[in-house]
Each structure stands twice: as C-alpha cells, then as structure tokens.
C-alpha cells in the first residue's frame, strides 16, 4: 500500500504560514502600522480601497536604505532579533520576519522609502518569493509607504470566507484604536476610497486620548494612575546590565460613580505596546470594581503594563496577543492595589471635574471645565472635609478648600460599614433566639448556606441561633434576617446587613456625628458609590460656583458704566 503522508509544496506551506499571519484587512493593517511604530514613526496615513482589496500605509519613520529595502520582504528576514536568545529581549512590536513575506504570498507589494539621512528614495515591487522583482529609485520624504495590492488574489475562496466589507471595516477602525491606544503620541488618519474617514490626536497620555476614542466619556469621567515597580529578573535567566531595572503600570480607569458599560467590552490589557489577551487578568480587574458598580455593569479600564522583556514570552501564537506571563500572581497583586488607589478620592486633588450632566442641571450652567490657577493646600486626610450642615436631614453639606460637596449620608455610612463587616465579617450567638415565623425551605437553606444556625422551633416556627454581630443591637433584627432569607450569596447578605445597619436618611445628625461619618467615609477603599453602585457624593467646585454667580464680571463693564 503506497504512503499517503508526503511533504507538502513549499509554495503550499508558505500558504499556510501567511494564513497564520494575514487572515484579514485588518490584520494587514496591524503588521504595517506596528511596522510603522517599529520605525519610530510619529505620524501614519492608512489608505484603503475595500472593493480592490488594496491596503496603503505611510509614514514619518526612519526608513529604509536599498540594501535594507532589497531583504526587507525575504522569508524570516527581521532587524529586530538575531538569535534564539534575543527572544527574551524583545521591545519590538515585531519580530517573526513574516508578515511582509507572507504579504509577498497572498497579494501584490511595493515598498518606497528614504532613511532620514539619505537624499534618495527607493522603490521595490517584490515577487512571491519575496525578492525584489524591480528596483528603482525615487522622489519621497523621509518615511515608508507600504502597498498591498489585490490581497487574496490567488487565493479567492479565502476572500468568500472573510466577513463583509462592513465589518472587516469595523474590524479595521477596532484595530487602530487599540494600537492607538497604546501609542497615545502617535497621529493616525485614516482614509477610505480616497475619502478621509477619521483622525486621532496625538495626546500626552492613554486617558486624555480616549474620549477622541470613546466620546461617551469626558475627561473628568477618568482617573489616571502611573506607578513604577521594582523589575523581577526571571531566576533561570539573571538580568543582565542592559536589562529594565523598573516596570510600569499604567492604568486609567473610568470612575465608577460617573461612566460604566452595559458590556465588559472596554476592559482592556496591554503589555509594552501591544493589547493582549488575558483572562487571568481581566478577572483580577473586574473583582476590583467588585460592589462599586450597579448591577449588570461593567467598569471602563485599561491596563498597560511595561515589563522587562525577559518576564514575557510573546512567542504563543502568530497575531501575538495572547502571551506567557511569568510571576503572574504578582502582577495580579499590582493591579489590584492600583486600581484600590485610583478608585479613592486624593485629598490632594480635591479640584476634580465636576459630575458634569448632575451639576449642569443644578446650577443651568453646563460647561465643560476650565482651567483655573487653583493649587490646594495638602491637608491631613481626616479634617480635608468639614461637615458644615445637613439639609433634609439627608445630605451632609460639607467644605473643601476647592468647593464643597453633598454627600448621601445613608449610602456614605453604608459603604463603610460595608467594608467594615467584609473585613470582620462574624456570627455571634444570641440569647434568646431570634423565632421567625412561615419559612420556606428554600429560605431555610439560604440562611444556613451564609452561616446562620436555625432549627425548627415548633410547627411553622424556626429558632436562628446566631446573627451578623452588626445586627445585635438592633430592634428589627428580625425583619433583617428575614430580609436575608431572600437570596444571594455570603457577598450579598454583607451587602444587606450594611444596609438595614446604616443610618437612615431622614434621621438628624450633630455637626460632631457628621464630621465622624465623613471622616471614616473618606478612609474607605472605594469611596465614590455605595456597593449597589450608586454615586455617594455630589461635587460643587468652587470656579463652577464662580460663574454660576458671575463673580468674574468686572465692576462697570459688565453693567454698563
């Protein structure tokens, strides 16, 4: 019986590598721009032309000289590694040496560029092979201009297979937001059928780049956080004296008592560069945000982690987003007190935007926040709020040296007792027992799964041995175990306990009780919402105040004289 295993055409395996590779529009639009960066590019004008299957990337980059130009496009030719050792130093956003090479494959390519520091420009047109099937030289600014022509030519069942125009478009427009995201100083334009579609600014910083991205979202919306971190040296692998002696993290969260989603679609993960895939990690972000959202919303994050080469492996799978992260425990660890610091209210910037849309309708003033010489003062964190009066006997009014704030004394107190009974969280006996009264079994077996002791009592009577130790001292425990009885998991009934224990709104406060609730409000880990997600606070600045009175107008020229 004759073989039926035989080697495959190297034509045929060099199909199936660039398959890999480039597998869509927008994937080529990811190996060009990432090229781009790569190149130090500062600007990049991506042209496409969807019906001819036609990709153009340009941009302000080092460039390339001829003999660069005339491998660029060979199989595994890179500048970026050298040997097997190289792969744990990688700050490149590429490395394989195989897009450009499988471009050769699946389409038609031409390359033009001119390095910085040279007085002419070259263009290449490449075969399928990847070698240069036409060199001349040409007139072109210093950059690269990259152009793939009839993608999937000779390919057209793949073409058939790919989604619509419409959505390989989409596909495009996601790929360069997150690219962008993560190169915030870079200017993109984007055009479409020689018509410009959109552009993004360059921006100091990751959150003063996202509302261009998210418009949804105002930059008072966010909390912007950057920490160094002392470098882990992998111990099969000693840093060497070239290598990053400090991580970063950076993280702008969206806060939680002004922005969140419907979806967890804007929890996102980047890794020196590049968004990446980690579940492991988007966990350890959304239990972060645990009880400061509202039910069924998902908090607006992003992650971006700058780690020494040798704590990563990149080489996991060809679209390189999915990676080995060693010390993953660790990491985990840093975000989490990251995203615990950016989520408290800073003391020393207390001149934060105003809740805009909640302010604009108490004040008619809707107006997009100024920039005012105010620097204040640090002061000691448990005298930064001065309870000054209670209206409603609801909201405490309390003084800044920015403005002043409402704050919801009930959902205040309930946040911090919240916290409180998840860190203590206790039963404690009780004498007598507390009789309840027509329990279903499904309430029976709830109040056991969170720890209660209950038997039965008599007919249709159960005894609780045990309560919440927040409980103990209340008239209408009863009423509370009850409510208890009702479902959720030990989490929610933390939740339930904290709110029949907090005080009511409509109960009168002393400026001294005040002064207590806003003092242990301010130490909490996630200040701004109640664990049901509701904001706590209602920021008033002192510049909105400002103008809402017209004390900027000058004496005289604002009345005529």
């Not at 073989?3 to 045929?12: G, H």
């Not at 600014?201 to 971190?229: F, M, N, W, Y």
């Amino acid at each position: 019986m004759a073989s039926t295993i035989q080697a495959l055409p190297t034509e045929v395996v060099y199909l199936i590598t660039a398959g890999e590779v480039i597998d869509s529009l927008a994937s080529v639009v990811r190996e060009l721009a990432e090229n781009s960066l790569d190149a130090g590019a500062t600007r990049i004008v991506i042209y496409l032309w969807p019906q001819q299957w036609r990709i153009r990337v340009a941009d302000n980059g080092y460039g390339m000289n001829l003999e660069d130009l005339q491998q660029a496009a060979t199989a595994h030719s890179t500048s970026k590694i050298r040997s097997s050792d190289d792969l744990w130093k990688i700050h490149s956003l590429g490395f394989r040496g195989e897009a450009l090479h499988s471009l050769t494959t699946l389409a038609e390519l031409e390359i033009l560029s001119r390095p910085a520091d040279g007085n002419l420009g070259w263009r290449v047109v490449y075969g399928d092979d990847g070698k240069a099937l036409k060199v001349e030289a040409t007139a072109i600014a210093p950059g690269t201009v990259v152009t793939v022509s009839n993608l999937f030519g000779n390919c057209l069942s793949r073409r058939q297979g790919l989604p619509s125009a419409t959505q390989q478009i989409k596909a495009v427009q996601a790929t360069i937001h997150q690219i962008a995201l993560c190169h915030p100083q870079v200017t993109w334009q984007l055009w479409q059928n020689d018509r410009l579609w959109f552009t993004i600014s360059p921006a100091a910083t990751t959150g003063q780049l996202l509302p261009q991205i998210l418009p949804q979202v105002r930059q008072g919306d966010l909390q912007e956080l950057k920490l160094q971190l002392p470098h882990l040296a992998r111990a099969e692998r000693p840093a060497t004296a070239n290598s990053t002696q400090h991580s970063a993290l950076n993280l702008v969260v969206g806060l939680p008592d002004r922005c969140h989603r419907h979806r967890p679609d804007w929890i996102r993960i980047a890794i020196n560069g590049r968004m990446v895939k980690s579940p492991e990690i988007e966990q350890t972000i959304l239990s972060a945000f645990h009880r400061t959202l509202p039910r069924d919303r998902y908090p607006i994050c992003l992650l971006h982690l700058e780690i020494s080469p040798d704590q990563i492996n990149w080489n996991r799978n060809p679209a390189k987003t999915e990676i080995y992260l060693n010390e993953l425990n660790y990491w985990q660890e840093q975000i989490t007190q990251a995203i615990d610091q950016a989520l408290r209210i800073d003391t020393a910037h207390f001149k934060e935007a105003v809740h805009t849309t909640r302010v604009s309708k108490l004040l008619k003033a809707a107006e997009a926040k100024g920039g005012y010489n105010f620097h204040p003062k640090p002061e000691n964190t448990q005298h930064s709020l001065k309870a000054v009066a209670q209206v409603s006997n609801t909201y405490i009014v309390a003084e800044h040296s920015g403005g002043m704030w409402l704050v919801e004394q009930h959902i205040a107190h309930e946040r911090v007792l919240y916290e409180q009974i998840c860190d203590n969280w206790q039963l404690v006996p009780v004498e007598p027992s507390i009789i309840l009264y027509q329990l279903s079994p499904a309430q029976v077996s709830q109040l056991q799964r969170i720890g209660l002791e209950i038997e039965t009592f008599g007919e249709q009577l159960w005894a609780v041995r045990n309560i919440p130790a927040q409980l103990q001292q209340r008239e209408d425990c009863a009423e509370a175990i009850l409510e208890l009885s009702w479902g959720g998991d030990l989490q929610a009934a933390q939740v339930a306990v904290a709110c029949r224990s907090a005080i009511r709104n409509g109960t009168p406060l002393n400026l001294q009780e005040m002064q207590t609730l806003l003092d242990q409000w301010q130490r909490t880990r996630n200040p701004r919402t109640c664990p049901h997600g509701r904001p706590i606070y209602l920021s008033l600045e002192e510049s909105s105040l400002a103008r809402f009175f017209r004390r900027h107008w000058v004496i005289g020229k604002n009345h005529g004289i």
